[in-house]
Structure formats: C-alpha cells, structure tokens
C-alpha cells in the first residue's frame, strides 16, 4: 500500500473517531458541500411532494453516520449535465443502499449541532431530526471519500 493511502486511511479513521465522539456526546450531524457560519433553515424539496418531513422548511440533522457523510460527499460526476439525482435507502437489517445518476463522491462537510435545537418530526413511516431556527455549528469536520471504506453498512452504485 502506498504511503499516501496509509496517511489517507488513518486520517479517515481518526474523522470516523472523531464523529462517532460527537454523537455518543449527544451531538447531531449535517452533511454538506457548503462552508457557512451558521445553518439557516432551507426549503427541503422531495420528490414525492405529499410527504410533510421531507419537505419542510428548516435544517436537517442526523444520528447517524451514514447518512450525513453521504450528504456531504455527493456530488455531480459533471456538472453541465441536468438529470443528476442522489438517494439512499435505509433497509430495516440497519443496511443502507447509496446511488445515484451523474454522481460520484468528492470531499465535503460535517457540521456537529446541538440536539436541543431539533424536534423529531414523524410522517407515514419518515422521521427527521429539523431545527425550525438557524443553528451554530460547534465544530466542521471535512470528510473525504475514504471515509466510506471505514462505515459498515453502505453499499453503493454510482452511475
């Protein structure tokens, strides 16, 4: 293995330690491409419009590793292209399935909020933890692709 990757690895493991630190501390996670001081809350927009928690106005936040490093690592493969689409699915085995069009997985951020800031919202089988009022970051974590080999759990199929 080339020095290079051992370094890479072991920086991954020690992000991995590090976010898995916060969240034993009670901390949530939100993954993002985005540098900013504080989080405003956002007009989430699903696919399927009929459902409340993943169209709601405000700031999501997660427990769960996975998922905050996939949404801070998605991105569009190339840019010109429009039918670019992410998702993930997490199956009831604690498995998670990550794809997409037009994506691939390029460094990003992980901002560790405050609990006390986020209500659980529940819809027809969805729950997520938004905040309905900005939110200060006590830390931003970056996260490269590496990270992925190091979480069980996370298959993926990028296209």
């Known amino acids: 293995m080339a020095e290079g990757t ?26 993002s491409k985005s540098k900013v001081e504080i989080l405003e809350p956002r007009q989430a927009r699903d696919e399927d419009p009929s459902r409340k928690v993943l169209n709601l106005n405000g700031v999501y936040a997660a427990d769960d590793i996975r998922i905050s490093v996939l949404m801070a690592l998605f991105d569009k493969k190339d840019p010109t292209r429009e039918d670019t689409s992410f998702f993930y699915h997490l199956w009831d085995k604690g498995e998670m399935k990550a794809g997409g069009v037009n994506a691939t997985f390029t460094p990003g951020l992980i901002y560790v909020l405050p609990s006390e800031k986020f209500q659980k919202v529940q819809d027809n089988g969805d729950e997520d933890m938004v905040a309905f009022e900005p939110v200060v970051p006590v830390d931003i974590i970056s996260v490269t692709p590496e990270i992925l080999a190091l979480i069980p759990g996370i298959t993926y199929d990028m296209k």
Not at 6 to 31: F, K, M, P
């Open 6 to 31: 051992n370094l890479e690895n072991r920086e991954a493991r020690e992000t991995l330690n590090q976010l898995e630190d916060y969240l034993a501390r009670g901390y949530l996670l939100h993954g």
